[in-house]
């Protein structure tokens, strides 16, 4: 089972896109867990990931999300973002990490 972290500014932006990765991810037999946290709490939300998408509002903190995580930290693309695109964006992920 994959644990996907997603890290917006507030931990609540994308709480309507992880409920859509979740149906895609459903939808297709993917095991994973996906949540959302704040900027505040990624040192430890990293902890365990297989990766962490970083949303529109907060990629500049790209470099220091990937100097605490030991996974692929990666922007999520603004306009897959902005139109809530669950399924792009688990491919995305799926691509990402080979599976």
Do not use: W
């Amino acid at each position: 089972m994959r644990k996907i972290v997603l890290i917006c500014a507030a931990g609540m932006s994308t709480s309507l896109l992880v409920t859509k990765m979740r149906n895609a991810a459903a939808e297709e037999g993917y095991e994973c867990e996906i949540d959302a946290y704040p900027m505040a709490e990624a040192a430890t939300a990293v902890e365990g990931a297989d990766i962490v998408l970083l949303g529109p509002q907060v990629r500049f903190n790209l470099e220091k999300v990937r100097s605490l995580a030991s996974c692929p930290v990666e922007p999520i693309e603004m306009s897959a973002y902005g139109r809530m695109d669950g399924e792009a964006i688990l491919e995305f992920v799926q691509e990402v990490l080979d599976d």
